[in-house]
């Protein structure tokens, strides 16, 4: 039910977003780069992070080399929950996980001991920054989340 809190019915109030205000930018980009490095570290391990309002994975894809040849590699993807899709009406390709990648939920005291930070504030942090995200959705607001 982790997720049906990113599913909007109404804009997100300010004071649905205590440690936003509270924390700086600056703050905000440690948390979510320590959140990053997690993501990444899981990826390498073949782990896919499910985050509430979708999962970050490796998928197999092809590349293009030269003369027609094709090369099979594989590619970090985010891909969307489907109930967030449906309920924001997104189109998008549909990607799967690969069934034989376990899926697992942020480590939030993992992340909190690399940042400096309490774990209670990085999970508030980043749930309260989806929030802001499904509430751009939710307003069909132009969305630019950068992940190195």
């Known amino acids: 039910a982790k ?7 109404n ?15 600056i703050e905000i980009c440690k ?7 997690h993501i990444y570290r899981q990826l390498l391990k073949k782990r896919a992070v499910e985050i509430g309002v979708g999962s970050f994975a490796v998928v197999p ?3 293009n080399v030269a003369e027609g040849k ?8 985010f891909i969307l ?6 309920f924001y009406n997104l189109e998008s390709e549909e990607t799967k996980i690969p069934e034989d990648t376990p899926v697992v939920q942020p480590d939030f005291e993992a992340i909190a001991a690399n940042t400096h930070f309490r774990h209670e504030i990085v999970e508030q942090c980043v749930q309260e920054t989806l929030l802001c995200f499904a509430g751009a959705l939710r307003d069909n ?7 190195r």
């Open 31 to 37: 948390v979510w780069s320590g959140m990053s490095r």
């Open 81 to 86: 929950s489907k109930p967030l899709k449906m």
């Open 61 to 63: 894809a092809h590349a």
């Open 141 to 147: 607001k132009e969305v630019e989340f950068t992940f």
């Open 3 to 9: 997720m049906q809190k990113y599913l909007l019915y």
């Open 11 to 25: 804009a997100v109030e300010p004071e649905e977003l205590p440690i936003l205000k509270e924390l700086s930018t």
């Open 70 to 77: 094709v090369v099979p590699i594989e590619r970090p993807m």
